[in-house]
């Protein structure tokens, strides 16, 4: 990606984002084997929810932000994730969710984000939310202010880490006395599972299919 400008890349992956998207068959490659095993399905109390996939260029390179979730008592307590929650009444559509949790968040100023698209919404039976990635760029590194309550750390993640598949790996992740067979992506000292990684595997199949 060093070799590609920030702008060609946002301006083809926003094309790219209007085609149909390879959903599960990128969220498969990173799914844990129980959310196939167990087989939960949404039902009458799953909530929706968005998280933003902002993409910004820096050194020469193209970052985005993940987070790290503080502990706590709750199903996604300590993990890495994209800043992103609940949506409430008050949010018009999903975009907006994403926008407004990113900017509670990390502090983004979401005036400044441009959307270029979304990938597919996925299921989380954990806590029984569907999930919509939504995808944009800033056109600057922006300040980060996380909120303490809700992010231990912001951790930035060059795009060409994530397309280094030497990062690719699987361990056993206990989760509420469960052990869970996982595939993960390991970023600095973090590894990235779960629901997030199954986002990641999407964008990562995409952005390889821009032009």
Known sequence: MLQTSFHTFTDSLRRRLQDPLPGELAHSKMAAASRY????KP?????RSAVLICFYPYRGSIYLPLILRPQYDGVHAGQMAFPGGRMERFDENLTRTALREAQ??????????TVLGHLT????PPSNF?????IGMLPYRPDFYP??????AVVEVDLDTLLDE???????VEVRGMTVDAPFYQIENYRVWGATAMMISELLMVIGSVK
């Open 104 to 113: 509670e968040e990390i502090g983004i100023r979401v005036s400044d984000v």
């Open 43 to 47: 039902n009458e109390r799953t909530r």
């Open 37 to 40: 095993r167990l087989g939960i």
């Open 147 to 152: 909120d303490p309550r809700e992010v231990e």
């Open 130 to 134: 569907y999930v919509l990635p939504v």
């Open 166 to 172: 030497t990062i690719v790996g699987d361990s056993q």
């Open 121 to 124: 919404e996925l299921f989380i």
